[in-house]
Each structure stands twice: as structure tokens, then as C-alpha cells.
């Protein structure tokens, strides 16, 4: 017999040679059928744990947020019945023609082995799209949004690199609205998200983050990481960002960065000095130290990643802020994040739509487009969109409409499906009877969306087992006669943070019986709605309203100050009495009434429908049209409190 290690003229090479193919041939084979068995494996493992329907298993479905059961029994081809005996079991009763919301059908459908997802109401209009080519594709400004703790010094550290004191006019050092900020190193550009700092802002933060191409995490050195801190790397990881690291406050002597880089590496952020790869640059918001290199670390992720964009298409983006402003009307913070946005362009935001009528930059100077990752402010909408709203441009202003109109009466719908509950106050709702789960319905008012968004996240968090708290409305701008009624109808809680109601929602609020609270600080709502949730409560102020006066005319006196001649619309002005200043419905400032004048003599107050000169304490900033209203407080027994 040949040796079978002697190589043969047709096999060619060396007899090691010849060993190695055999060997890779063997294990192809093998890998092969490897394969085949994990598949087999795969397959009767799907088999035998399948459910009734394994066709429907893992199929996802597109349904509205509003829905009724027959729609939802169609769309995954399920008897109605079925349907209504699933929801039964959920404890929703309802039959084959109500509607349910999107939760519970989502919750049902699951049940039924389908993935349902959630469209947009308006989305069925057709709308041009356009094919984003790879040489049509340009570099874009890298997104960045500034996270950490609070007092830890990120929105003086912004100040610093954009050259603006903002920090110094911010109530209690928190950022209450977010802000977009475009600055320049060189020749490139880089945009800012300013993000609140502090958990009661967790969902602004983390809208902040999906718009964000790179996280930068400010800690302070003579701090080090915080519960705060935790939370922005968490929601930085969510949203697979790069994260860069800013170690504040170095000139102060405590500081300690190493400590800091200690801690970072146990919560899973390993310096690049330690081996790891995560950026940390020592900076100073005071002294500007370490500002340069921040940027330069910050444009070095943002070429790692790539970012490109379509200038040259219609604009797609995302609304930043929004509010309701008296000389312009709805205003938006818009993030362009791709193609151009114009002067003129026809625009669908969320529920609403609009003509673009001007474009402001973050600068304060009008522009006439903004391109991919620039922030603006856009004039021109019919209503005042949400934070986290898309925007999209369309060519014709009936498709902007109908698509508007479609979604706007999609939520309304929603919101009045979602509605109900028992009347109750802060006050008696742990005394009000119910059958099982408590819930209280509560209906937002604030001066600006990013506050709106931040309590409606934090109140609805609050919920235990024996408590539900839902947020059936929310908005922006003054408390209304529909938010009252809205209340009434849902027996829900009217909340207002940093606005009043007009005279006539007031009126009404008394007739329908509707609690309105008040607020400035978000803690003081959390606060109230604890001790609520544990019938704790107690009044011990009861606020009462003078009167309101309009300003008519600005006086700048020398040696004395700011005098504003105003008209007494209601109740009476009284001197020394405690006053706010309402500002398009929002609280400015909050102080008493210095002096008081009628005609030319000081008098103790001025009754409804006469003129006076008023000056505000501690306060000069008055405006035509702003409203002055005077109150005062009354301390309320214990056993005054509705049993």
C-alpha cells in the first residue's frame, strides 16, 4: 500500500499542504452541518412553543392612537369578540363601536401575538419624498447636548463657550426651557441642546439626547458623580451616543479628578489615560480653561461618526421649545436636521401647520434658511406645537392643512376618551369613595412647553399601586375657559405653573367648583401631590385677588424709578398689597406694590374702572400691556378643610 504521506504528481504541493485542504474541506462540511441543526433546533423549538396562531407571531401592525375594537379586531383579522373578551380581562368594558386608546390596544394586541405601532394621525397624507443620494450627502455640525448634575456648572459652562450670561437670570440656577445654541471653532460649527440639569427634568433631558449626536457630561471636580450624573449617562447610552466627559470647576483647590475619574470608571466610563476610551477634559467655566480642547475632543467624535447631510431637499426637524408669544404669536425652537429650511416654505408641525413668515437665529438675528443642524425660530404657525413634535416640509398648503387638521382631532378625541374619573381636590381626594385604583386627573397649564413636558413626566411618575395619577391635558399660554370646562367635565385639577387665568376662566372655575393651583417651582407641585396622594393635605393660606390693572403708559422718573400709569380693569388696587406682574398670562415677577398714586396724591387704593400710577418694589422692568394683579393671603383653620 502507498504511503499515504508521499504526495501524488495530481495532488500537487507538499503532503502538509495536502493535510490542510482536507482539514478545511472537513470543516466547511461541519460548519454546514452545524448549521443545519441549529436551524432544526430553531424551528422546532418555534414549533413547539408557538401559540394557536404562529402565523400572526411577532407581525406588526400600524394602528391610530384612537381606535375602535372593530378596527382593532380588523386589523389583526380577530374576531370582535375575541377582542372584547381579552379587554374584559383587562378590566376596560367596552363594546365592538367604542373607541379604546392606543395603550390598551397595544396591551391587546400583544396578547394576540402582534406588535402593534402607533401612526400618526395625518400621516396617510401623501407627501412627496425625496431620495437622500450617498453624493448628495454633505458633512453637517455636530448636535451636542450638555448633561450633568445640578450646581455642577453646566449652564455656566455654556455661557462661557457662546459668551452669554444666562446663568445669572435663572431662577433657583435651574434651566427651565431648553435652549439651542450654535457656536464656532475655526472654520466648523457646533450646536449646542442646553438640557436641565436636575431628575425632576429627566423627560426634557432625554428628549435633549435623541436629537444629540454627542453627550457631553459635565461633573464637577470638587463634587464628583451624583445621582443626576447617573441618570444623563443612562439616558446617554440609551440613545447609543458617544459620550465626552467635562471635568468642572478645576480651579477651585478641593478639586480632584482623578477621584472623579475613579468613579466615572465604575459606573462603566473608563478614562482613555486609564486604558479606556472615554474622553475627560479639565475645564473651568470661571476661568475658560480647558474650553478649546473641549471643542476640539467634541469635533474629534463628531468626525469619528461621520455625519452627513441633504442640504438640498426640504427640511425635516424637531421642535426644541415652543410658546405662545402676544406680538408674534405661535413661536418654535425648530432643530433643522436635514435638507434647508426657507423663508415662505409651507410647514406641518405636529398638530398644526403654518407659512413660514420669518426665521430667527439663536443670535436674535433673522436669517432667511437654516440648514442641517441649525437651530431657529420659526413665526408663522396657526398654533403653538409641541416639544418633540416633527416638522416637515410640503409643497401645498391643503395637504399642510388636512394633515394638521387630521392629528388635531385624532388627540382631542383621545384626550376625551382618556377622560373621566370622580370630582375631587388635593384636599378631599383620599376621602372620595372609589373601587379599587384611585385616580386623579390632572390638567396642565405653563408658560412654556419644556416645563410643560418636565411636569407632565414627573407627576405622572408619581403613581403607586393605590394611586394613579394621569395627565389629561396639557398646554401652553394662559388658563382658558376650555381648560376649565375640561376640568369640570373630567373632574380633574387645574394646575398652572408661572400663569394665571384671564378673569372670565376664574369666573368660572368658582361656578364650576374646578381646584386651581398655582405654582413656580416644580417641587412644590410634587410636593402638594405627595401629601394629596396620602390625604395629608391641609390649607394653611388661602390666596384672595384684589383687582387687576392694566398698564397703559411707562413713566421713567429720576430719583424715584419706573412708574407705570395704569387703568384698574376689576376688584380695586389697594398700596403695600402683595403683586405679581402677568406677562401674556405668565408670572414675571412676583413682589408687592411700593407706592400708589391717584392723579397727583398718594392714596391707600384705587377702585375698578379708574387710572393710577403704580410702582413695584424691587422691580422696573414694566411693559405696556402687562397686567398688574394685587392680592393678599388669609390663614385658613384646619377645620375649614371640606370633610
Same mark, same amino acid.
Given at each position: 500500500?502507498?504511503?499515504?504521506?508521499? +504526495?501524488?504528481?495530481?495532488?500537487?504541493?507538499?503532503?502538509?499542504?495536502?493535510?490542510?485542504?482536507? /482539514?478545511? @474541506?472537513?470543516? @466547511?462540511?461541519?460548519?454546514?452541518?452545524?448549521?443545519?441543526?441549529?436551524?432544526?433546533?430553531?424551528?422546532?423549538?418555534?414549533?413547539?412553543?408557538?401559540?394557536?396562531?404562529?402565523?400572526?407571531?411577532?407581525?406588526?401592525?400600524?394602528?391610530?392612537?384612537?381606535?375602535?375594537?372593530?378596527?382593532?379586531?380588523?386589523?389583526?383579522?380577530?374576531?370582535?369578540?375575541?377582542?372584547?373578551?381579552?379587554?374584559?380581562?383587562?378590566?376596560?368594558?367596552?363594546?365592538?363601536?367604542?373607541?379604546?386608546?392606543?395603550?390598551?390596544?397595544?396591551?391587546?394586541?400583544?396578547?394576540?401575538?402582534?406588535?402593534?405601532?402607533?401612526?400618526?394621525?395625518?400621516?396617510?397624507?401623501?407627501? !412627496?419624498?425625496?431620495?437622500?443620494? +450617498?453624493?448628495?450627502?454633505?458633512?453637517?455640525?455636530?448636535?451636542?447636548?450638555? =448633561?450633568?448634575?445640578?450646581?455642577?456648572?453646566?449652564?455656566?459652562? =455654556?455661557?462661557?463657550?457662546?459668551?452669554?450670561?444666562?446663568?445669572?437670570?435663572?431662577?433657583?440656577?435651574?434651566?427651565?426651557?431648553?435652549?439651542?445654541?450654535?457656536? !464656532?471653532?475655526?472654520?466648523?460649527?457646533?450646536?449646542?441642546?442646553?438640557?436641565?440639569?436636575?431628575?425632576?427634568?429627566?423627560?426634557?433631558?432625554?428628549?435633549?439626547?435623541?436629537?444629540?449626536?454627542?453627550?457631553?457630561?459635565?461633573?464637577?471636580?470638587?463634587?464628583?458623580?451624583?445621582?443626576?450624573?447617573?441618570?444623563?449617562? #443612562?439616558?446617554?447610552?440609551?440613545?447609543?451616543?458617544?459620550?465626552?466627559?467635562?471635568?468642572?470647576?478645576?480651579?477651585?483647590?478641593?478639586?480632584? +479628578?482623578?477621584?472623579?475619574?475613579?468613579?466615572?470608571?465604575? *459606573?462603566?466610563?473608563?478614562?482613555?489615560?486609564?486604558?479606556?476610551?472615554?474622553?475627560?477634559?479639565?475645564?473651568?467655566?470661571?476661568?475658560?480653561?480647558?474650553?478649546?480642547?473641549?471643542?476640539?475632543?467634541?469635533?474629534?467624535?463628531?468626525?469619528?461618526?461621520?455625519?452627513?447631510?441633504?442640504?438640498?431637499?426640504?427640511?425635516?426637524?424637531?421642535?426644541?421649545?415652543?410658546?405662545?408669544?402676544?406680538?408674534?404669536? #405661535?413661536?418654535?425652537?425648530?432643530?433643522?436636521?436635514?435638507?434647508? =429650511?426657507?423663508?415662505?416654505?409651507?410647514?406641518?408641525?405636529?398638530?398644526?401647520?403654518?407659512?413660514?413668515?420669518?426665521?430667527?437665529?439663536?443670535?436674535?438675528?433673522?436669517?432667511?434658511?437654516?440648514?442641517?443642524?441649525?437651530?431657529?425660530?420659526?413665526?408663522?404657525?396657526?398654533?403653538? +406645537?409641541?416639544?418633540?413634535?416633527?416638522?416637515?416640509?410640503?409643497?401645498?398648503?391643503?395637504?399642510?392643512?388636512?394633515?394638521?387638521?387630521?392629528?388635531?382631532?385624532?388627540?382631542?378625541?383621545?384626550?376625551?376618551?382618556?377622560?373621566?374619573?370622580?370630582?375631587?381636590?388635593?384636599?378631599?381626594?383620599?376621602?372620595?369613595?372609589? *373601587?379599587?385604583?384611585?385616580?386623579?386627573?390632572?390638567?396642565?397649564?405653563?408658560?412654556?412647553?419644556?416645563?410643560? !413636558?418636565?411636569?407632565?413626566?414627573?407627576?405622572?411618575?408619581?403613581?403607586?399601586?393605590?394611586?394613579?395619577?394621569?395627565?389629561?391635558?396639557?398646554?401652553?399660554?394662559?388658563?382658558?375657559?376650555?381648560?376649565?370646562?375640561?376640568?369640570?367635565?373630567?373632574?380633574?385639577?387645574?394646575?398652572?405653573?408661572?400663569?394665571?387665568?384671564?378673569?372670565?376662566?376664574?369666573?368660572?372655575?368658582?361656578?364650576?367648583?374646578?381646584?386651581?393651583?398655582?405654582?413656580?417651582?416644580?417641587?412644590?407641585?410634587?410636593?402638594?401631590?405627595?401629601?394629596?396622594?396620602?390625604?395629608?393635605? /391641609?390649607?394653611?393660606?388661602?390666596?384672595?385677588?384684589?383687582?387687576?390693572? /392694566?398698564?397703559?403708559?411707562?413713566?421713567?422718573?429720576?430719583?424715584?424709578?419706573?412708574?407705570?400709569?395704569?387703568?384698574?380693569?376689576?376688584?380695586?388696587?389697594?398700596?403695600?398689597?402683595? #403683586?405679581?406682574?402677568?406677562?401674556?398670562?405668565?408670572?414675571?415677577?412676583?413682589?408687592?406694590?411700593?407706592?400708589?398714586?391717584?392723579?397727583?396724591?398718594?392714596?391707600?387704593?384705587?377702585?375698578?374702572?379708574?387710572?393710577?400710577?403704580?410702582?413695584?418694589?424691587?422691580?422696573?422692568?414694566?411693559?405696556?400691556?402687562?397686567?398688574?394683579?394685587?392680592?393678599?393671603?388669609?390663614?385658613?383653620?384646619?377645620?375649614?378643610?371640606?370633610?
Amino acid at each position: 500500500m502507498p504511503d499515504q504521506s508521499v +504526495p501524488t504528481p495530481s495532488s500537487g504541493g507538499r503532503p502538509g499542504d495536502r493535510g490542510r485542504v482536507r /482539514e478545511e @474541506k472537513l470543516s @466547511k462540511k461541519d460548519r454546514e452541518k452545524d448549521l443545519l441543526i441549529e436551524k432544526e433546533r430553531a424551528r422546532k423549538k418555534r414549533t413547539d412553543t408557538a401559540p394557536v396562531a404562529p402565523a400572526r407571531q411577532l407581525e406588526t401592525i400600524e394602528i391610530p392612537d384612537l381606535l375602535t375594537v372593530q378596527e382593532l379586531a380588523t386589523s389583526m383579522i380577530i374576531p370582535a369578540k375575541d377582542v372584547i373578551t381579552e379587554l374584559i380581562k383587562t378590566g376596560t368594558m367596552a363594546t365592538i363601536n367604542q373607541n379604546i386608546s392606543s395603550d390598551v390596544a397595544i396591551s391587546v394586541a400583544r396578547k394576540f401575538g402582534f406588535n402593534a405601532v402607533v401612526k400618526e394621525a395625518g400621516e396617510e397624507v401623501t407627501v !412627496e419624498q425625496e431620495e437622500d443620494r +450617498p453624493e448628495m450627502m454633505a458633512p453637517r455640525p455636530p448636535v451636542v447636548t450638555v =448633561l450633568g448634575h445640578v450646581d455642577h456648572g453646566k449652564t455656566s459652562l =455654556l455661557d462661557k463657550i457662546r459668551q452669554a450670561d444666562v446663568a445669572a437670570g435663572e431662577a433657583g440656577g435651574i434651566t427651565q426651557k431648553i435652549g439651542a445654541y450654535t457656536v !464656532e471653532k475655526g472654520d466648523r460649527k457646533i450646536t449646542f441642546i442646553d438640557t436641565p440639569g436636575h431628575e425632576a427634568f429627566t423627560a426634557m433631558r432625554a428628549r435633549g439626547a435623541k436629537v444629540a449626536d454627542v453627550a457631553v457630561l459635565v461633573v464637577a471636580a470638587d463634587d464628583g458623580v451624583m445621582p443626576q450624573t447617573k441618570e444623563a449617562i #443612562a439616558h446617554a447610552r440609551a440613545a447609543d451616543m458617544p459620550i465626552v466627559v467635562a471635568v468642572n470647576k478645576m480651579d477651585k483647590p478641593e478639586a480632584q +479628578p482623578e477621584r472623579v475619574k475613579q468613579q466615572l470608571a465604575q *459606573e462603566g466610563l473608563q478614562p482613555v489615560d486609564w486604558g479606556g476610551k472615554i474622553e475627560t477634559v479639565p475645564v473651568s467655566a470661571r476661568t475658560g480653561e480647558g474650553i478649546d480642547k473641549l471643542l476640539e475632543t467634541v469635533l474629534l467624535e463628531a468626525d469619528i461618526q461621520e455625519l452627513r447631510a441633504n442640504k438640498n431637499r426640504r427640511a425635516t426637524g424637531i421642535v426644541i421649545e415652543s410658546a405662545l408669544d402676544r406680538g408674534r404669536g #405661535a413661536v418654535a425652537t425648530v432643530l433643522v436636521q436635514n435638507g434647508t =429650511l426657507r423663508v415662505g416654505d409651507i410647514v406641518v408641525v405636529g398638530g398644526t401647520f403654518g407659512k413660514i413668515r420669518a426665521l430667527v437665529d439663536d443670535k436674535g438675528k433673522q436669517v432667511k434658511k437654516a440648514g442641517p443642524s441649525i437651530p431657529v425660530e420659526i413665526m408663522g404657525l396657526q398654533d403653538v +406645537p409641541s416639544a418633540g413634535d416633527t416638522l416637515m416640509v410640503v409643497s401645498d398648503e391643503r395637504v399642510a392643512r388636512e394633515t394638521a387638521a387630521k392629528r388635531k382631532t385624532r388627540r382631542r378625541d383621545t384626550r376625551i376618551a382618556t377622560a373621566g374619573g370622580q370630582r375631587v381636590s388635593l384636599e378631599t381626594f383620599m376621602q372620595m369613595p372609589a *373601587e379599587g385604583k384611585k385616580t386623579l386627573n390632572l390638567i396642565i397649564k405653563a408658560d412654556g412647553q419644556g416645563s410643560l !413636558e418636565a411636569l407632565r413626566a414627573r407627576m405622572e411618575s408619581l403613581s403607586t399601586a393605590e394611586v394613579d395619577i394621569r395627565v389629561i391635558h396639557g398646554g401652553v399660554g394662559a388658563i382658558t375657559p376650555n381648560d376649565v370646562n375640561l376640568a369640570s367635565a373630567s373632574n380633574a385639577v387645574l394646575i398652572g405653573f408661572n400663569i394665571r387665568p384671564d378673569e372670565t376662566a376664574k369666573r368660572l372655575s368658582e361656578n364650576e367648583r374646578v381646584d386651581l393651583r398655582f405654582y413656580q417651582v416644580i417641587y412644590d407641585v410634587e410636593d402638594d401631590l405627595r401629601k394629596a396622594m396620602l390625604g395629608m393635605l /391641609e390649607p394653611t393660606f388661602r390666596e384672595i385677588t384684589l383687582g387687576r390693572a /392694566e398698564v397703559r403708559k411707562i413713566f421713567k422718573v429720576s430719583k424715584v424709578g419706573t412708574i407705570a400709569g395704569c387703568y384698574v380693569t376689576s376688584g380695586k388696587i389697594v398700596r403695600n398689597a402683595k #403683586a405679581r406682574i402677568l406677562r401674556d398670562s405668565a408670572v414675571v415677577f412676583d413682589g408687592e406694590i411700593e407706592s400708589l398714586r391717584r392723579v397727583k396724591d398718594d392714596v391707600k387704593e384705587v377702585a375698578e374702572n379708574f387710572e393710577c400710577g403704580i410702582q413695584i418694589a424691587r422691580f422696573s422692568d414694566l411693559k405696556e400691556g402687562d397686567v398688574i394683579e394685587a392680592y393678599t393671603s388669609e390663614l385658613v383653620a384646619p377645620e375649614a378643610v371640606p370633610a
